[in-house]
């Protein structure tokens, strides 16, 4: 069922993934700090032009697709977030109550986005 939801988000995989870090930022604007290459960008609509943000949202969706694909293999999945986890924590030194605040954004705006999959 998981999969199978996540299927037409991830072929909007763009899209998708800037909307959520657009609303991200624009909620959680701390959360910027995080990254130098739009950091001082105020406007959303400036952001959501930024290469930068549109590379990284790529990112994001894509390793929560790997994540999907690897639901069945739980050793995988656990190095995945092994992995995820120690370079977010001591390469990047981000604060974890973000990863809880992005996961409700993640999903407050895929319901909009997906209302037929969510």
Not at 68 to 91: C, P, W, Y
């Amino acid at each position: 069922v998981i999969q199978d939801t996540w299927r037409p988000v991830y072929e909007n995989r763009e899209n998708a993934g800037v909307a959520v870090l657009i609303r991200f930022f624009s909620n959680f604007p701390s959360a910027k700090q995080y990254f130098d290459q739009f950091r001082d960008i105020q406007d959303p609509e400036e952001l959501k032009q930024s290469v930068q943000l549109k590379k990284h949202a790529l990112r994001v969706m894509t390793a929560l697709n790997t994540m999907v694909e690897n639901l069945r293999d739980g050793d995988k999945l656990n190095t995945i977030f092994q992995q995820m986890g120690k370079s977010h924590a001591l390469k990047h030194k981000v604060d974890p109550l973000y990863f809880k605040i992005l996961a409700g954004v993640i999903l407050e705006v895929l319901v909009e986005a997906f209302p037929q999959c969510f």
